[in-house]
């Protein structure tokens, strides 16, 4: 009778046994190296890229970094499993490797959610037209009206000349300071990328209140009479305001 040892152990056994090791090895090797493969989107174009290295990628503004379900591993599979890769390569052949670019097609919803801008409409409502205000008694009041409601990330900004008075719908402009003449309003809607999105610009005028500016010519008026009198004159001028 054949032992047991001897049958365990036997040459044909042994490599029957190294077999099955090899290949239960090989079977988890790729588990144990297996590394996440994360999407990466490109807000501005749409382009989307996979890869297994998001730092790359996470201080780049405009990049959404998102962790897949895809997993991949860095060792190759060994020469006797290479039959069966084969034979599954049509039903993988749709995986993203570690560095997959895809650009997302013309005519795709989802693209266009990502590349397309919101196209603004924009109005001054107030001042409706083109209008005078006088310094320094009337302040310019504006009012912006925008559709659609602004996006996230989206800002308003009111400029005089060029210059911004405020952020938001409306601004009281204050003329004291603001020389007679023509001015421009105008509103920008801009991203938060600081792109202009949609503007619009209308003329206002500032003149001089009549009252007031009467009351500074009289003055002037008297400062240059006064200068041109003679020091014995001006003595007794001052003399008689003080009786």
Avoid: W
């Avoid at 052949?93 to 959610?113: K, V």
């Avoid at 911004?164 to 003449?181: N, R, V």
């Amino acid at each position: 009778m054949i032992s047991l040892s001897k049958l365990i152990f036997s040459k044909g056994n042994i490599g029957l046994l190294t077999a099955m090791i090899m290949s239960a090895a090989s079977l988890y090797a790729p588990l144990a190296n297996a590394s996440a493969i994360y999407k990466v989107v490109d807000e501005k174009t749409g382009q989307v890229t996979f890869t297994d290295r998001p730092q790359n990628y996470e201080q780049q503004e405009d990049k959404q970094v998102s962790q897949t379900s895809v997993m991949t591993s860095s060792d190759a599979f060994s020469s006797s499993n290479n039959s069966n890769a084969s034979s599954q390569s049509s039903s993988t052949a749709q995986t993203p490797t570690a560095e997959t670019t895809i650009t997302p097609d013309a005519d795709s919803p989802s693209s266009l959610a990502v590349t397309t801008a919101v196209s603004y409409q924009l109005t001054i409502t107030e001042p409706s037209e083109e209008r005078a205000y006088r310094r320094p008694a009337q302040s310019i009041d504006v009012k912006v009206q925008v559709d659609p409601a602004l996006q996230a990330g989206d800002n308003v900004s009111i400029y005089l000349d060029g210059d911004e008075m405020a952020q938001g719908l409306s601004a009281s402009i204050p003329t004291l300071d603001i020389l007679p003449g023509s001015h421009s309003i105008t509103a920008v809607v801009t991203d938060k990328a600081g792109g202009t999105l949609q503007q619009v610009e209308r003329t206002i005028y500032v003149i001089q209140n009549n009252t007031t500016l009467q009351d500074n010519k009289r003055k002037a008026e008297q400062i240059s009479a006064y200068q041109n009198l003679s020091l014995y004159q001006k003595l007794l001028l001052k003399l008689s305001q003080s009786d």
